[in-house]
Antibody, heavy 122, light 112 residues
Framework: EVQLVESGGGLVQPGGSLRLSCAAS????????MTWVRQAPGKGLEWVAN????????YSVDSLKGRFTISRDNAKNSLYLQMNSLRAEDTAVYYC???????????????WGQGTLVTVSS | DIVMTQSPDSLPVSLGERATINCKSS???????????LAWYQQKPGQPPKLLIY???TRESGVPDRFSGSGSGTDFTLTISSLQAEDVAVYYC?????????FGQGTKLEIK
């Protein structure tokens, strides 16, 4: 069974940093593109970033470049999102999601984790 | 960026009736391979999104056949042929032809 379990969320002050993790199981992690999507409270979905199978290629939304970095460790079956210089508007549930097999950088997402809540507030 | 606009924002439908949600993209999502790079997701309260439809009309495995997707280019529709109580949720369309991948604002489907 495919499982994606996010962790690392919590309360952080504006300007602070946080590193989110997503532990994957039930599939060959290194064979799939992976993605982070976020959802502000009561709002819609926003794609954040994705990463290719070996971590050599990444894409992210322009507004977050320079602050957020996606990475992965295939040996640990884990996906990460390093978030720096956090702002109140970064408050959201952060989901990791998987693109289907044989996909590229532009694809839909067939499995999602339950999400981890990040709250940026003083 | 491609803007995805869904209508309506909220849709009350009686049990057993048809529900139709529309999604319009600001640019065509039809690629030269003749595939529309458009997906639909269902999100129930407190849960992550669930993939329903991809390539505009291909139903994900395990999704009931009362869910169907149609359309091409810039105009798409998600149809639920006979609404069940468990279909109450917010529905999102997503384009994945260009970076950044973008979602519609969501349509809240409720029981009338």
């Amino acid at each position: 069974e495919v499982q994606l379990v996010e962790s690392g969320g919590g309360l952080v002050q504006p300007g602070g940093s946080l590193r989110l993790s997503c532990a994957a199981s039930g599939f060959t992690f290194g064979s799939y593109w992976m993605t982070w999507v976020r959802q502000a409270p009561g709002k819609g979905l926003e794609w954040v970033a994705n990463i290719n199978r070996d971590g050599s290629e990444t894409y992210s939304v322009d507004s977050l470049k320079g602050r957020f970095t996606i990475s992965r460790d295939n040996a640990k079956n884990s996906l990460y999102l390093q978030m720096n210089s956090l702002r109140a508007e970064d408050t959201a549930v952060y989901y990791c999601a998987r693109a289907p097999a044989y996909s590229g950088s532009l694809y839909y997402f067939d499995y999602w984790g339950q999400g981890t809540l990040v709250t940026v507030s003083s | 960026d491609i803007v995805m606009t869904q209508s309506p924002d909220s849709l009350p439908v009686s049990l057993g009736e048809r529900a139709t949600i529309n999604c319009k993209s600001s640019q065509s999502v039809l690629y030269s391979n003749n595939k529309d790079y458009l997906a639909w997701y269902q999100q129930k309260p407190g849960q992550p999104p669930k993939l329903l439809i991809y390539w505009a009309s291909t139903r994900e495995s395990g999704v009931p056949d009362r869910f169907s997707g149609s359309g091409s280019g810039t105009d798409f529709t998600l149809t639920i042929s006979s609404l069940q109580a468990e279909d109450v949720a917010v529905y999102y369309c997503q384009q994945y032809i260009n970076h950044p991948q973008t979602f519609g604002q969501g349509t809240k489907l409720e029981i009338k």
